[in-house]
T-cell receptor
Framework: GAGVSQSPRYKVAKRGQDVALRCDPISGHVSLFWYQQALGQGPEFLTYFQNEAQLDKSGLPSDRFFAERPEGSVSTLKIQRTQQEDSAVYLC??????????????FGPGTRLTVT | EDKVVQSPLSLVVHEGDTVTLNCSYEVTNFRSLLWYKQEKKAPTFLFMLTSSGIEKKSGRLSSILDKKELSSILNITATQTGDSAIYLCALPTGTASKLTFGTGTRLQVTL
């Protein structure tokens, strides 16, 4: 079956531009996570959705970052007024069940964002 | 604060060698430990270890969880060039079971 897909795969933005990154999770998956992976580092948690509810946004680095999942499937991560430090790979992951469960997360290929 | 530490940070071996990658952790509420392989972009799932399943094996890869030592190892025997990748260790933390990752071990297998 289809895995997690993300678009675009690569995005170059000039400093100050707004960007929108899309994630299509595996169909029927309840949980959706966004992670940020800087070069040479492991992924770091940004935010979590259970269906359409954003239950945890503690990892969002600033109020320039905003995520939504209005119908409980596709999610969009928006970054306003991009800065050079936002350059990273943004990974989306989904999981079939909800919180307090120990289950593997399935990752998409990521979007590599470069801010010039 | 939840913490995951992996060692070594990088490793170069010859094809056919056996390697052992290490992961140690400090988490408030242990649920499981996961290993992922990351070749280009998407981390791909390898193993999940829990209190009731402390050892897993798949082909040349195997992993063991030591809850007493708060650590896990990932073994790869008879390495191949296709094993070259970053190996990530992660644990679900917090109420959302978000994954807390280590920095990863970059493995390069040469001919």
């Amino acid at each position: 079956g289809a895995g997690v897909s993300q678009s675009p795969r690569y995005k170059v933005a000039k400093r100050g531009q707004d960007v929108a990154l899309r994630c299509d999770p595996i169909s029927g998956h309840v949980s959706l996570f966004w992670y940020q992976q800087a070069l040479g580092q492991g992924p770091e948690f940004l935010t979590y959705f259970q269906n359409e509810a954003q239950l945890d946004k503690s990892g969002l680095p600033s109020d320039r970052f905003f995520a939504e999942r209005p119908e409980g499937s596709v999610s969009t991560l928006k970054i306003q007024r991009t800065q050079q430090e936002d350059s990273a790979v943004y990974l989306c992951a989904s999981s079939p069940i909800g919180t307090a469960s120990s289950y593997e997360q399935y990752f998409g290929p990521g979007t590599r964002l470069t801010v010039t | 604060e939840d913490k995951v530490v992996q060692s070594p940070l990088s490793l170069v071996v010859h094809e056919g060698d056996t390697v052992t990658l290490n992961c140690s952790y400090e988490v408030t509420n242990f649920r499981s430990l996961l290993w992922y392989k990351q070749e280009k972009k998407a981390p791909t799932f390898l193993f999940m270890l829990t209190s009731s399943g402390i050892e897993k094996k798949s082909g040349r890869l195997s992993s063991i969880l030591d809850k007493k030592e708060l650590s896990s190892i990932l073994n790869i025997t008879a390495t191949q060039t296709g094993d070259s990748a970053i190996y990530l260790c992660a644990l679900p933390t917090g109420t959302a079971s978000k994954l807390t990752f280590g920095t990863g071990t970059r493995l390069q297998v040469t001919l």
